[in-house]
């Protein structure tokens, strides 16, 4: 295999356009997706900026008080003792992604009070091409930015001295398999050179727009590899409530599960209310979550098998604010995980075995609310697991070292 670097937002990375473990393509006979994706409204609210001062107004917009999570979710005790994510290292895995990432973290940085940040930027499937360039969707990439700006700000928030690398593919990841074997690519590159603790996937696509469920397990290997190595993976279960999005642009009439999210190597993060001073125990009604058609239950969910009374995995598994989409919810999990690793001094690997003893400190139970969405009876929060919000939400001074403790 030959290497090659490619140069991305001013930093050179060494980078291969390669096909590892067996995801080079999609699998032979797959219906090439429609070139559709939808995005969060806080993302397609990117759609138009071009420029740094443009990116960081709509980011103001979006994450207007975001700088309140920090106190909500607890994490000053942690930082008090130096505890910042420092050698921890999180990716968020994206299509496309930002050339102009660095520059508009530092500047939204610098106007809200933050820390300076270290984000690298990867191509680890070959070159990314400009939002302007030949056969690209324009507002397709520029919410792809949008979503790539705000998963850098939330994990940074809650882990401000953490390396953060946006993994970018030049492939759009659409309803179905389009865009995903070259990010399950990007995943076996980050895990065989080391790149990333955790990675964090704010996009999903509904387990029925695949062509069948051999075609969606069929991703599994790079996932399977990355957990082996100790890399913790991390999606957002969705912002279609029990439902999905079709490839069309609809939404399905039946309940449907959202995959990486559904996946049993993955911790799924679905989404809360906006949280002030403590965790909000309230469900962000669009939140996705439910029961997957095509994995199994895993031996580590057989502890609340009465409550889900299914024999499939239910998802998700944790719950974060969720008000701007669930693809906030996920990168801010991976935030309060990046402060675990650092504590724990080293990789987390699978955190879903510690989660479901029960036994965890930290954890605030969210009690109310439901996602049933356009028509579509979904599930109800209620006192502990359940499935729609998983084990709740974290009071992450409490929480990190119970982790910590229970994985060692």
């Not at 879903?352 to 400190?361: P, Q, R, S, V």
Request: charged residues 15%; negative net charge.
């Amino acid at each position: 295999m030959g290497r090659r670097t490619v140069k991305t937002a001013g930093v050179l990375v060494a980078g291969a356009a390669l096909a590892l473990g067996g995801v080079a393509a999609a699998p032979a006979g797959a219906a090439p997706a429609p070139g559709h994706h939808t995005f969060s409204k806080a993302a397609a609210s990117f759609v138009g900026a071009t420029t740094v001062e443009q990116k960081v107004a709509r980011m103001e917009a979006v994450l207007a008080g975001m700088t309140r999570l920090g106190t909500a979710y607890d994490v000053k005790p942690l930082w008090d003792k130096g505890t910042k994510g420092d050698g921890i290292t999180v990716a968020t895995l994206v299509s496309y992604g930002d050339a102009n990432i660095q520059a508009v973290i530092d500047s939204y940085d610098s106007r809200n009070g933050l820390p300076k940040a270290n984000v690298q930027v990867i191509a680890p499937v070959g070159h990314v091409p400009g939002c302007n360039d030949s056969g690209v969707d324009t507002a397709t990439c520029q919410s792809w930015g949008g979503e790539t700006d705000l998963d850098v700000e939330m994990i940074h928030t809650i882990a401000p001295n953490a390396k953060i690398v946006v993994a970018a593919t030049p492939v759009a990841e659409t309803e179905g398999i389009t865009g995903l074997p070259e990010m399950m690519q990007a995943v076996d590159y980050m895990t065989t050179n080391h790149v990333a603790d955790i990675i964090s996937m704010s996009f999903g696509t509904a387990e029925p727009n695949f062509d069948s469920p051999s075609q969606i397990t069929g991703l599994d290997p790079a996932f399977q590899r990355a957990s082996a190595a100790g890399v913790t993976l991390l999606a957002s279960s969705g912002d279609t409530g029990a439902s999905g999005n079709t490839k069309s642009g609809g939404f399905w009439n039946k309940q449907v599960a959202s995959w990486p999210a559904s996946d049993p190597n993955v911790t799924a993060v679905g989404g809360t209310n906006s949280v002030r001073n403590v965790p909000s125990t309230v469900l962000w009604p669009d939140s996705g979550g439910g029961l997957s058609a095509v994995y199994d239950r895993p031996s580590w969910q057989d502890s609340v098998s009465k409550t889900t009374n299914s024999t499939k995995r239910a998802f998700p598994d944790i719950t974060m604010e969720g008000t701007s989409g669930t693809s906030e919810a996920s990168p801010l999990f991976a935030g309060v995980l990046a402060l675990a690793a650092q504590t724990k001094g080293g990789r987390l690997g699978q955190v879903n075995t510690a989660l479901y003893t029960g036994k965890l400190a930290g954890i605030v139970d969210v009690t109310s609310g439901n996602n049933t969405f356009n028509g579509v009876k979904g599930f109800a929060a209620g006192k502990g697991y359940d499935i729609v919000s998983g084990w709740g939400t974290v009071d992450a001074a409490k929480f990190v070292p119970s982790l910590v403790a229970a994985l060692h």
